[in-house]
Each structure stands twice: as C-alpha cells, then as structure tokens.
C-alpha cells in the first residue's frame, strides 16, 4: 500500500536558520503531494502541495519539489521565524476507487524555532 | 463563515455517555471524512463520505456511528467509548472527483478535543 516517511522530529533551530524536513514516499501511480501545516492546538492547513513531477509547491516562504525519480517531496524554508513553530505533516493522495481520494500522511515533525 | 467548523472544540465524557460532534463544510464541497489523531500515532482516516453516501469505513468500532444528512454537514455520534478513543477528532472536506475542479485536496477543521474518562 501507499506510505509516507518523513524525518523523526523534534527539530530545534535558531531564528533564520535553514530548515529542511525529509519527506520520502512509496505508491502506486501518481499521487498528488502535500505538506501540512498544524499550530499548536489547531487542525491541520494545508501548506502547499505539488500534483505531477518536477512541480514545485510554495507559500509563506516554503518550497517544496515533487522528485519522482527519488520518490520525495523535501521540504525548505530559507529562514525560518518563531512563528513557524509547528507539527509539519508530509502527505500524499490517491484515489481510493471508491469516488475519494484518500490522504496518506507521514507521522509528522515537530519544529521549535527559538529567538 | 468560511472553511470547515467543528463543534465542540473540547469534550470530556464518561464511558457511559452518548455525545454528538458536528462538522459544517461552507466551501461547496461534497466529500466529507474523519479522522483521528491520536498522540504519537499517524492520522488515522476513519470514515469517507461522498456525496452523502459512506464510500469507506476503516474498520471502526461500532461505538463510533458517523452520520452525513447532506453535503455540508457531517456528524460523529460517540456511544459507550473508552479511555483510549481520547484524541483530537479532525473533520475534512474535498470536491469530489469529476467536477473538474482540484479533487485531492483537503481542508481540515480545527478539531475536537475529546477526553473519556
């Protein structure tokens, strides 16, 4: 079946430090993939997502590039700030055959930024 | 109001009680799920609703009975649950396929906070 492998958290960093969480995935076909966003005491935002190779998701300074040759989905952040503390979740969908599409999603990574 | 609302944000209940958690799409969509967040645990897909009928039910317990009138609402009624079906009860919704619309994509709601004690 479909499974996504994302970096074992936590990771701590400095204010305007690079980030980058690992995200790597196994599936059949071609899914779309997603990164997720999810604050403390919140749900999940959608952060960016990316639906066919070599596309390239960004928002809010994210970037992330889907790599079918390595089956990842890497995502970056040039300078990251306190208020990107979060659990990021990596996440890819496939349609289920039964009028859905399904989202698998990775375990998550938990991000600290401190001043 | 916009997006996926979920009530109620925090529940406590005991093992004996019945308690309903309701989630309102307002984005036009017309798939709904469930899901459960458990600590340390990957998000878990419990119920799929497509255009108000259940197209998947990931083998659930039977004290969880999901409930979908129409393409924007969408209700968990909760019976006779245990200590360990505490978790944080998240509701999403998608355009189902064949609308020619982005179809993969959910929208999460900011969750149900449920304790059984």
């Known amino acids: 079946g479909d499974s996504v492998t994302q970096m074992e958290g936590p990771v701590t960093l400095s204010e305007e430090a690079f980030l980058t969480i690992n995200c790597t995935y196994t599936?059949?076909?071609?899914?779309?993939l997603f990164w997720y966003v999810q604050y403390p005491g919140e749900g999940l935002q959608l952060l960016l997502k990316?639906?066919?190779?070599?596309d390239k998701g960004s928002n809010k300074g994210f970037e992330a590039t889907y790599r079918k040759e390595t089956t990842s989905f890497h995502l970056e952040k040039g300078s990251v700030q306190v208020s990107d503390s979060a659990v990021y979740f990596c996440?890819?969908?496939?349609?289920?055959?039964?009028?859905?599409?399904?989202?698998?999603f990775g375990k998550g990574t938990k991000l600290s930024v401190i001043p | 109001e916009t997006g996926v609302t979920q009530t109620p944000r925090h529940l406590v209940m005991g093992m004996t009680n019945k308690k309903s958690l309701k989630c309102e799409q307002h984005?036009?969509?017309?798939?709904m799920y469930w899901y459960k967040q458990s600590a340390k645990k990957p998000l878990e897909l419990m119920f799929v609703?497509?255009?108000?009928?259940?197209?998947e039910n990931n083998s659930v317990p039977s004290r969880f009975s999901p409930e979908c009138p129409n393409s924007s609402h969408l209700f968990l009624h909760l019976h006779t649950l245990q200590p360990e079906d505490s978790a944080l009860y998240l509701c999403?919704?998608?355009?189902?396929?064949?609308?020619?619309?982005?179809?993969?994509?959910?929208?999460f709601g900011p969750g149900t906070r449920l304790t059984v004690l």
């Open positions: 999403a919704s998608s355009q189902a396929p064949g609308r020619g619309h982005s179809t993969d994509t959910q929208y």
């Open positions: 599936a059949t076909g071609y899914p779309s």
């Open positions: 990316a639906t066919k190779a070599d």
């Open positions: 996440a890819l969908s496939a349609y289920s055959g039964a009028g859905s599409y399904q989202l698998t």
């Open positions: 984005l036009g969509h017309n798939a």
């Open positions: 609703y497509n255009f108000k009928e259940q197209t």
